[in-house]
Nanobody, 121 residues
Framework: QVQLVESGGGLVQAGGSLRLSCAAS????????MGWYRQAPGKQRELVAA???????NYADSVQGRFTISRDSAKNTVYLRMNSLKPEDTAVYYC???????????????WGQGTQVTVSS
């Protein structure tokens, strides 16, 4: 089995910073892309940022220049550094990873349980 465990969420004032972490564990042969999504109340889940195994990144327009995604492949961990936080960043943030559990198996999508980020004005 594979687990993704997020940490680092919380309550912060507008303009503040947080760093989210997500560690993958279990039966892992390789991890392709990893990313962060978020879902605010009454809204659809949206991609925030993603990073490939090779380190290429992409960001939602709304977070470009404020958020930075990175990964430590040796630790199977992905991070999201969030600066200049705004009230509209308030959401549950979910970690996602494309993981192959065996050498010849197909990669599957795995999700973390989510961590709440609340930005007060």
């Amino acid at each position: 089995q594979v687990q993704l465990v997020e940490s680092g969420g919380g309550l912060v004032q507008a303009g503040g910073s947080l760093r989210l972490s997500c560690a993958a564990s279990g039966r892992i042969f390789s991890i392709n892309a990893m990313g962060w999504y978020r879902q605010a109340p009454g809204k659809q889940r949206e991609l925030v940022a993603a990073i490939t195994h090779g380190g290429s990144t992409n960001y939602a327009d709304s977070v470009q220049g404020r958020f930075t995604i990175s990964r430590d492949s040796a630790k199977n961990t992905v991070y999201l550094r969030m600066n200049s936080l705004k009230p509209e960043d308030t959401a549950v943030y979910y970690c996602n990873a494309d993981i192959r559990t065996t050498r010849f198996g197909s990669p599957l999508d795995y999700w973390g349980q989510g961590t709440q980020v609340t930005v007060s004005s």
